[in-house]
């Protein structure tokens, strides 16, 4: 696959993430590349041509993380767009897929320069973990979403 343009690029760039429950922890990675260099997000990446966005999915968080996961269901779809001077210099369409764990040895592999579990307190209080605002809102939401499939009687 040729190498996409990433910064400037001639039109937006579609992502995909995975938001991996698992006992009431949430998966993610450090960013070793730019944007976001250093914070904590979700893993995920960029969906390959004629790939299905939630292959895309478990494929990034396979690479990123070296588990495997199941997507469920949307969480959120987001905009990142970063301006530079008047121009583009990012512009991310992310869909972010709630995700059941299905196995995998945890461990940090390609661009991501730590690959860790979670807890909720520490993504809601300002921790050491550096974490974009937005990204907590949906670790957030897909939280929440897994406490209702369990009232509910779905997945734990």
């Known amino acids: ?13 579609v992502g995909v993430g995975g938001v991996v429950v698992n006992e009431g922890r949430v998966l993610l990675v450090r960013r070793g590349s730019e944007p976001l260099k250093g914070h904590w997000t979700l893993p995920g990446g960029l969906l390959e041509l004629g790939e299905p966005v ?3 999915v478990a494929r990034e968080v396979r690479e990123e993380t070296g588990l495997t996961v199941e997507p469920m269901e949307l969480v959120e779809l987001i905009d990142r767009v970063h301006r530079e001077g008047g121009r583009v210099r990012y512009h991310y369409v992310i869909a972010d897929y709630l995700c059941r764990l299905t196995g995998g040895t945890l461990r940090a592999g390609s661009d991501a320069d730590g690959a860790r579990w979670v807890e909720r307190a520490e993504w809601n209080s300002h921790s050491a973990l ?17 406490q209702e499939l369990k009232k509910s009687g779905g997945e734990g």
């Open 54 to 56: 939630t292959e895309g």
């Open 1 to 13: 696959m040729g190498k996409v343009r990433r910064e400037y690029p001639e039109t937006p760039l």
């Open 130 to 146: 550096i974490l974009d605002p937005i990204t907590v809102r949906v670790i957030e939401k897909g939280w929440q979403r897994v």
